[in-house]
């Protein structure tokens, strides 16, 4: 797949953009592996809606999966994962039954989400789990058609839990194969966000070189191509499907925010809503220490750019890229 310039995606007198973007929200809580979203303000949506409240400024996409299964993060059937072809056929760590986190039976959670102010949500996966060693990456050698059925069952789970969401996705693990692209298209989707990069030197023209799609402009949002039906590059104005790079965790220095700002570029920043859980800590778990970093960063940019920085969300700017691509045409 190559990638081609989303011309026009950044408004008028802005230099550069910020936006804000939350993987692995369901609704489980503190009495199962992780709390990922279910004790809602008292749990990690509560640090989300507090950095909301403290910067009026900030917008946030949370990726919700709609049918949560994964229980463990590491291993935990060692003689069975040594054995030939079984070894890829199997779950390699015990998973939850299917529908016990579906999130339309979580009215609660559902509502909570829908009543967050300058929230978006979008699809992260459908269960969030696939047989053999690659225990998260959902989507790996699934077929056009089975992607399909997988996002369209994603899409009816959110709608007959009547959560509001926009036409983005996330896929789990980063792992994002041009059947899945070409699926997401096909099932209308704007945009998808793959690529993360925390180490390449920030350039204009730096390209992604990490987990997900390698290759993607680092700095900006494009137009994924080469997939199926993209001939002629008239599919942007047909509705193509934008990526976003993700460059920015808990983990990356200040200077690394400032330099993507004074490139003109889109500050791409990831958090998973939990911490610790299924045997792994994660780097970018939104807990105490990440808000307190995030606090300090987002009141320095603000001091230091002020108007100039176009606090946004991945549909709003996919949103732009789709009306400049139409108007072009
Ligand atoms: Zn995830």
């Known amino acids: 797949m190559t990638f081609r310039e989303c011309h026009g995606w950044l408004p008028a007198g802005k230099r550069a953009a910020v936006c804000f973007n939350i993987d692995d929200v369901h609704p489980a809580t503190s009495r199962d592996e992780f709390e990922a979203g279910g004790e809602l303000g008292n749990g990690a949506l509560g640090n989300v809606e507090r ?13 919700v999966t709609p049918d949560w299964r994964l229980r ?5 059937r060692g003689f069975l994962t040594r ?3 079984l070894r890829e056929r199997i779950h390699w760590a015990p998973v939850t039954p299917r529908g016990r986190f579906r999130v339309d039976r979580f009215p609660e959670f559902v509502a909570y989400l829908n009543a967050m102010p300058r929230t978006e949500c979008a699809v992260h996966g459908l269960h969030h789990a696939h047989q053999g060693p690659r225990m998260a990456m959902e989507f790996q050698r699934q077929t056009r058609d089975e992607c399909g059925a997988m996002l369209q069952l994603a899409r009816e789970i959110f709608r007959k839990a ?5 036409r983005g996705f996330a896929a789990p693990a980063w792992n994002t194969p041009p059947a899945l692209c070409e699926a997401l298209r096909e099932a209308g989707f704007h945009f998808v966000t793959s690529a993360r990069d925390l180490d ?3 350039r204009i023209d730096a390209r992604a070189a990490g987990a997900g799609l390698r290759g993607a402009p680092l700095l900006r949002p494009t137009w994924v191509r080469g997939i199926v039906g993209d001939e002629a590059g008239a599919a942007d ?3 193509g499907l934008v990526h976003f790079p993700t460059n ?7 200077d690394r925010a400032r330099a993507i700002i004074e490139d003109g570029g889109l500050l791409s920043i990831k958090a998973h809503i939990f911490k610790c859980g299924g045997g792994l800590t994660m780097l970018d778990g939104l807990d105490a220490d990440y808000c307190d970093y995030l606090d300090e960063l987002w009141s320095q940019l603000a001091r230091s750019y ?3 920085l176009w606090w946004t969300t991945l549909a709003e700017i996919a949103a732009r890229c789709q009306g400049a691509a139409q108007w072009k045409c």
């Open 51 to 63: 950095l909301l409240a403290r910067h009026p400024q900030l917008r946030v996409t949370l990726f």
């Open 248 to 254: 920015f965790q808990a983990t990356s220095a200040v």
């Open 72 to 76: 463990r993060l590491v291993p935990s």
């Open 162 to 166: 009547g959560l509001r969401h926009v």
């Open 200 to 202: 390449t030197p920030i």
């Open 237 to 239: 104005a047909r509705g």
């Open 83 to 85: 054995m030939p072809v």
């Open 306 to 308: 002020g108007e100039s």
